[in-house]
């Protein structure tokens, strides 16, 4: 056999590939499609945006953050003394 | 709109195979010459506006499909290896031929490969003209319709297609 007729009967096989029984009902599907109207620049400013946004927000949100201050009890263990109201005062110490 | 819809669904019916056989040629694989397809018909739709009619509407399709395959392998010639192991693989596994025996299968995957990888290797413009002339069985005139070019250089493109397509393939399976 000669190179030119393995050429061929190469194409031939090829040339007897069928195309799925669907594509013209795929195309149409993709045609139909509403297009999308944000130009794709838009959407790369939104993402750069977002980003730009959670690492603000991150940055705003770490300085907003100061530790309380703490709540000293003391007692008082001299009974001559005044109570110490501030163990009645304080939060979270009952 | 939606009559144009209709309208041009009877086109795609109607020259969707003879896209898909172009395409084939130029990718040699199902699933990109119907990718192909779709998008060559996309991109049709949306410039049917600038069909005058000047030639016929398939010519016109035709320029269209090449331009799109091409662009197309421009695009993917870095996954071109992997297309041809891919290619390899199918080759080697498929059931078509199932008549012949392990070492016969193993012998056409390989001419396979050398005949695409022959093809895939000719310059632009013979490339075209080859796979127009013997994927779509066209006359040289209509070659020289799509390609924009004359009758006399399409004949010549064929042939120093063959040539090269013979000096490619002179190792793999003789003259």
């Known amino acids: 056999m000669k190179a030119e007729d393995y050429i061929n009967e190469y194409i031939d096989r090829e040339k007897q590939t069928e195309h799925n029984p669907y594509l013209a009902t795929r195309i149409m599907a993709k045609i139909e499609l509403p297009k999308n109207k944000i130009p794709r620049i838009f959407r790369y400013a939104a993402v750069a945006a977002s980003i730009s946004l959670v690492i603000m927000m991150g940055i705003v949100i770490g300085n907003s953050y100061t530790s309380l201050p703490k709540q000293y009890a003391g007692i008082n263990i001299n009974d001559s003394e005044m109570e110490n109201f501030t163990l009645y005062n304080s939060d979270g110490n009952e | ?175």
């Open chain 2, 1 to 175: 709109m939606k009559g144009d819809h209709s309208k041009f669904e009877l086109f795609v019916v109607k020259y969707q195979t003879m896209v898909f056989r172009t395409a084939m040629g130029f990718v040699h694989n199902k699933e990109d010459a119907e990718d192909l397809t779709q998008d060559v018909f996309i991109s049709a739709f949306q410039s049917i506006a600038s069909f005058q009619g000047n030639s016929e509407f398939s010519t016109w399709l035709y320029r269209i499909t090449v331009n799109t395959s091409i662009n197309h392998l421009n695009r993917n010639k870095h996954s071109a290896f992997l297309q041809f192991a891919g290619d390899l693989l199918q080759n080697f596994f498929s059931k078509e031929s199932g008549d012949k025996n392990p070492h016969q299968q193993l012998e056409q995957s390989e001419r396979d490969t050398a005949i695409r990888k022959a093809i895939d290797s000719l310059p632009e413009k013979q490339r075209t003209a080859f796979v127009l002339s013997k994927y779509d069985d066209l006359t040289q005139k209509e070659i020289a319709a799509i390609m924009q070019s004359t009758e006399g250089s399409v004949e010549q493109l064929l042939q120093r297609a063959k040539t090269n397509l013979q000096k490619k393939l002179i190792s793999v399976v003789g003259k």
